[in-house]
């Protein structure tokens, strides 16, 4: 059954103006914001302890470390070329997979596991493999063709023979850090590249077995311009890998202290990003990818666009998933779990996360228990952002409610999103057109019961555009 308005998102500069404002990304409902610090181990080992047997786990490993800083960077991640410094981290990471493993003991399979950072290639492909190995220790992991190993490689630091080793661990999907192709701006925000190291990888990927390859653009850089971006665009298309993520890029230097490094003056000012971004979906549409939207693209046979389709796509902390519902089992530093109906997130500063361990304890820091309306607008959110829409019949039995009484409040906000042709309501269903299609977030956030209504709350979203 096709559940999806499968249509191509339609660019209105002028809605994208108006709506393209500060939002979360809804990676999560309710967003890490809303974590409580009156949280600690004991809530995720009552709540681990409540799953089923035997259910299917996704795992998420953290390895913070890169050897420079790219000056646009929002991640947690620890700038060091002490080789010492993240060997030491490396034996408390064995520590917390050792005790995580021991909640998680009668889980099933681990159908899903993502390595990233921080730069997870800093380490070499022999350690990478010891990591892999404390995870097999610990965890079931899985020998199904089906499975999705994923690893982040930022082509800086790992040769082509490593693809092959990477797949000998296990990996069969990779993630590619681009951001531009342009000299200047790869200068400009620290993260020089060469285009022939960045295609050589892909090559090297494909040859060494791995099912599928994404790369990761970035517009809104300092010193991009719509002809600069095109080109990358263009080459990109060439190399053609599974996926392309178009990240907007969010100058927000006084949050992220790397962005002090960027100059004001040399960021796209907004008229000349909303061009990076109408291009964007100009031509990755044009050269054949679907858009699954939030910013992802991938080839029309791809299992993403398969799942869209079908009605099957989730979303999770990494972005759109085939499994995205699969409990989620975050380790290492500032990695956070979804386990049951809670978020636990671990410390995000490595000396707390590193005391923790050394204690014997678990180093959760954070978390929240979802209460049941944030299990259901957890549910219209991620129906709205993986497929555009949301019938009101197939949530209404399963929460016994009757969707338009309780979301009367909501509906409301949506009629002016409906008259701007955002969103189509009817008595059955909200479904977002295919302008409405680039402002997923704007409509999300109507069902947020949390989200900030004043400027300060919302300016630690990113932008739209
Ligand atoms: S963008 Fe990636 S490689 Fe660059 S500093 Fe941030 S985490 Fe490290």
Not at 229 to 252: G, K, M, Q, S
Request: net charge neutral; aromatic share 10%; with cysteine.
């Amino acid at each position: 059954m096709n559940l999806v308005p499968h249509c191509a998102p339609r660019f209105d500069a002028e809605l994208i103006r108006r709506y393209g404002g500060p939002a979360p990304r809804y990676t999560s409902y309710p967003t890490a914001l809303q974590f409580t610090e009156a949280w600690d181990e004991s809530q995720l080992r009552r709540t681990a302890a409540a799953l089923p047997a035997a259910a299917p786990l996704s795992l998420y490993v953290h390895l913070p470390f890169c050897a420079s800083p790219c000056f646009y960077c929002a991640c947690t991640r620890i700038i060091t070329r002490q080789p010492a410094l993240a060997q030491a981290y490396l034996a408390r990471l064995y520590r917390e997979i050792e005790l995580q493993g021991e909640l998680f003991e009668g889980a099933g399979p681990v159908e899903q596991l993502h390595f990233g950072g921080g730069t997870p290639t800093y380490y070499d492909a022999a350690t990478l493999g010891e990591v892999m190995a404390a995870l097999d220790r610990h965890f079931t992991l899985s020998e199904d063709e089906s499975r999705e190993y994923s690893i982040e490689v930022d082509p800086r630091t790992v040769h082509t023979d490593s693809m092959a080793e990477l797949a000998g661990l296990g990996f069969n999907r990779l993630s590619l850090g681009v951001q531009d192709f342009d000299p200047a701006v790869q200068r400009a925000v620290n993260r020089v590249q060469s285009l022939k190291d960045t295609f050589d990888l892909i090559g090297a990927a494909r040859a060494a077995g791995f099912r599928s390859v994404s790369v990761d653009l970035i517009y809104g850089l300092p010193l991009q311009t719509p002809p600069s971006f095109e080109r990358t665009l263009d080459l990109v298309c060439v190399a053609w890998p599974d996926r392309i993520a178009v990240y907007a890029y969010a100058h927000l230097p006084q949050r992220f202290k790397a962005q002090r490094q960027i100059e004001r003056s040399l960021v796209p000012a907004p008229e000349a990003r909303l061009e990076l971004l109408r291009l964007s979906i100009e031509k990755l549409t044009a050269a054949g990818y679907v858009y699954i939207g939030m910013d992802h693209f991938a080839r029309p046979e791809d299992e993403l666009v398969r799942a869209q389709r079908s009605g099957e796509l989730q979303r999770n902390f990494q972005g759109y998933s085939t499994r995205g519902g699969r409990d989620l089992v975050g380790l290492g530093l500032s990695a956070i779990s979804r386990v049951g109906d809670a978020y636990s997130q671990n410390a995000k500063a490595l000396p707390a996360y590193q005391r923790a361990l050394d204690a014997g304890r678990l180093p959760v820091e954070r978390g929240l228990r979802l209460s049941a309306d944030d299990r259901l607008r957890r549910e219209v959110i991620e129906q709205l952002m993986c497929h555009g829409r949301v019938r009101f019949a197939d949530l209404e039995g399963r929460y016994g409610i009757e969707f338009r009484a309780y979301f009367a409040r909501e509906l409301a906000r949506l009629r002016e999103l409906e008259n701007d042709g955002l969103v189509r309501l009817s008595d059955a269903a909200v479904e977002v057109t295919p302008s409405g299609r680039l402002l997923l977030r704007a409509v999300a956030r109507m069902f947020d019961v949390y989200a900030p209504r004043d400027a300060a709350g919302a300016a630690r979203f990113s932008r739209v555009a």
